[in-house]
Nanobody, 126 residues
Framework: QVQLEESGGGSVQTGGSLRLSCAVS????????RAWFRQAPGKEREPIAT????????YLADSVKGRFTISQDNAKNTVYLQMNSLKPEDSAMYYC???????????????????WGQGTQVTVSS
């Protein structure tokens, strides 16, 4: 059973930066797609970024393009979410998730992911 462990959340002021990490316990086909989702209180869980463990594919939500970057260190089997120019509306619980590849791409729908980390809180104050 693949396990995910997030770290790196915290509280910052507007314009600040944070880097989230997601350690993946095993590199298997079931965890080929790695994604970051976030959920604010009272809101739907939304996709922020996805990437494929084999490289060559990434997705970033329009709301974070130009500010967030998803990357991975295959040697450490870790996925990162670098978040710059943070805004109060970025405040949420951030979750790392993994799933198998779907016809050569990674889902953006959180319901298609069956492996989840515990979540890490990001709070941006104005």
């Amino acid at each position: 059973q693949v396990q995910l462990e997030e770290s790196g959340g915290g509280s910052v002021q507007t314009g600040g930066s944070l880097r989230l990490s997601c350690a993946v316990s095993a590199d298997t086909p079931s965890s080929a797609c790695r994604a970051w989702f976030r959920q604010a209180p009272g809101k739907e869980r939304e996709p922020i970024a996805t990437t494929y463990s084999g490289g060559g594919y990434t997705y970033l939500a329009d709301s974070v393009k130009g500010r967030f970057t998803i990357s991975q260190d295959n040697a450490k089997n870790t996925v990162y979410l670098q978040m710059n120019s943070l805004k109060p509306e970025d405040s949420a619980m951030y979750y790392c998730a993994a799933a198998q590849l779907y016809f050569g791409t990674c889902h953006r729908n959180w319901k298609e992911y069956n492996i989840w980390g515990q979540g890490t809180q990001v709070t941006v104050s104005s």
